[in-house]
């Protein structure tokens, strides 16, 4: 690359970066918020707060970080026509340098995509799901006072008799009413905290669980060992997911060994590959309406910043409606967008060679 091609992409980036750092600030703070009963229902500390709204962070940017190139590419643009260094690039025939340097500042965006995409966002999932966890076992532990019904979250309530010297917990108790159509109760003489694969649980023994329905029915099962995951027991669903919490390289490789993929999988890695011609589709849009010098002074009613966050977030909802008609369907408006982007940038140069045909700039 030359001076210029490196001048030129530098632009692009700066103005590209300075936007992306505000707006996953933004949701940074919106995901500080969202989880605050971390901190105020949960009795963890603040760092355990910022640190999951951190890992939750990846997968929200990557619905912002297409937009933001496509804006910053606009904004630089618009900056080289307003200094006239877009007019000097297109007489001194120095056309080359911009297509090298768009090109390299795209390219560069669909590889940090792909790294997001495809390992940062499972391994955050795959930290924040163990994080919940532990959070869980912390929280159950600490309400495990001997003879003390604690109410762990709002509708369920746990009292035990008392425990071991190795942690066995005695006489367990749990009484169940988060579900406005099933109470449950469930009793044990002992119990224990205890962490596989599947995460953390309380394993009940010689016990049983009892049922009354909505309608009054009253149901009981016994058992010699009952398993209780304790995403269930702090009011969570089940957060651990294979396939999310996955890099696509293992998910490739458990796919050929198994000779085959499942739908989940194949829409997942879809989902993951999707993000990366969609930079490509923005920014080449972008590229063709800006690409070429113009005379027009003052500014437009509508700002292009606007139009090109609009025909982002139209172009994600268009794809996620034709994915549920077709398996592909996720690259389908970035395809139609790419073609879009051809067909303006070709009309432009058509016309602006036609139109100053001893310009020396028109011979792009």
Same mark, same amino acid.
């Given at each position: 690359?030359?001076?210029?091609?490196?001048?030129?992409?530098?632009?692009?980036?700066?103005?590209?970066?300075?936007?992306?750092?505000?707006?996953?600030?933004?949701?940074?703070?919106?995901?500080?918020?969202?989880?605050?009963?971390?901190?105020?229902?949960?009795?963890?500390?603040?760092?355990?707060?910022?640190?999951?709204?951190?890992?939750?962070?990846?997968?929200?940017?990557?619905?912002?970080?297409?937009?933001?190139?496509?804006?910053?590419?606009?904004?630089?643009?618009?900056?080289?026509?307003?200094?006239?260094?877009?007019?000097?690039?297109?007489?001194?025939?120095?056309? @080359?340098?911009?297509?090298?340097?768009?090109?390299?500042?795209?390219?560069?965006?669909?590889?940090?995509?792909?790294?997001?995409?495809?390992?940062?966002?499972?391994?955050?999932?795959?930290?924040?799901?163990?994080?919940?966890?532990?959070?869980?076992?912390?929280?159950?532990?600490?309400?495990?006072?001997?003879?003390?019904?604690?109410?762990?979250?709002?509708?369920?309530?746990?009292?035990?008799?008392?425990?071991?010297?190795?942690?066995?917990?005695?006489?367990?108790?749990?009484?169940?009413?988060?579900?406005?159509?099933?109470?449950?109760?469930?009793?044990?003489?002992?119990?224990?905290?205890?962490?596989?694969?599947?995460?953390?649980?309380?394993?009940?023994?010689?016990?049983?669980?009892?049922?009354?329905?909505?309608?009054?029915?009253?149901?009981?099962?016994?058992?010699?060992?009952?398993?209780?995951?304790?995403?269930?027991?702090?009011?969570?669903?089940?957060?651990?997911?294979?396939?999310?919490?996955?890099?696509?390289?293992?998910?490739?490789?458990?796919?050929?060994?198994?000779?085959?993929?499942?739908?989940?999988?194949?829409?997942?890695?879809?989902?993951?590959?999707?993000?990366?011609?969609?930079?490509?589709?923005?920014?080449?849009?972008?590229?063709?309406?800006?690409?070429?010098?113009?005379?027009?002074?003052?500014?437009?009613?509508?700002?292009?910043?606007?139009?090109?966050?609009?025909?982002?977030?139209?172009?994600?909802?268009?794809?996620?409606?034709?994915?549920?008609?077709?398996?592909?369907?996720?690259?389908? @408006?970035?395809?139609?967008?790419?073609?879009?982007?051809?067909?303006?940038?070709?009309?432009?140069?058509?016309?602006?060679?036609?139109?100053?045909?001893?310009?020396?700039?028109?011979?792009?």
């Amino acid at each position: 690359m030359t001076k210029l091609s490196r001048y030129l992409a530098a632009q692009f980036t700066l103005q590209s970066l300075s936007l992306f750092f505000v707006a996953t600030a933004l949701v940074w703070i919106t995901q500080a918020l969202r989880l605050f009963d971390v901190v105020t229902a949960k009795g963890q500390d603040i760092f355990t707060l910022l640190g999951q709204a951190s890992l939750t962070t990846p997968r929200l940017a990557m619905v912002i970080i297409y937009i933001c190139m496509g804006i910053g590419l606009v904004r630089a643009m618009r900056s080289l026509q307003g200094s006239k260094e877009l007019h000097t690039i297109h007489s001194t025939q120095r056309t @080359s340098e911009l297509y090298k340097s768009i090109g390299v500042f795209i390219f560069g965006g669909m590889i940090i995509t792909s790294l997001i995409t495809n390992w940062l966002e499972p391994w955050s999932n795959k930290v924040y799901a163990k994080w919940n966890e532990e959070i869980a076992a912390d929280l159950v532990g600490r309400a495990l006072n001997p003879n003390k019904f604690s109410e762990v979250v709002p509708d369920l309530v746990i009292v035990i008799g008392g425990r071991l010297p190795d942690g066995t917990i005695e006489d367990f108790f749990a009484n169940d009413k988060r579900d406005k159509n099933t109470h449950r109760t469930y009793i044990s003489k002992r119990a224990n905290i205890i962490f596989d694969d599947e995460g953390y649980n309380i394993s009940l023994i010689d016990g049983s669980m009892q049922f009354k329905k909505e309608d009054g029915q009253y149901s009981e099962i016994s058992f010699n060992r009952y398993d209780l995951s304790l995403d269930k027991i702090d009011g969570k669903t089940k957060t651990s997911d294979f396939v999310n919490e996955t890099n696509s390289l293992s998910l490739i490789k458990d796919g050929l060994n198994k000779g085959q993929f499942s739908d989940k999988i194949l829409h997942e890695l879809n989902e993951r590959f999707s993000e990366i011609p969609r930079i490509l589709a923005l920014c080449l849009l972008v590229a063709s309406l800006t690409f070429f010098p113009h005379a027009k002074r003052g500014k437009t009613l509508f700002p292009i910043e606007i139009t090109v966050l609009l025909i982002g977030l139209g172009e994600r909802s268009i794809s996620i409606i034709i994915s549920k008609i077709l398996p592909t369907g996720l690259y389908s @408006s970035s395809i139609i967008l790419i073609i879009i982007a051809l067909l303006i940038f070709g009309s432009k140069l058509f016309a602006y060679n036609l139109k100053l045909p001893n310009f020396i700039g028109a011979k792009t």
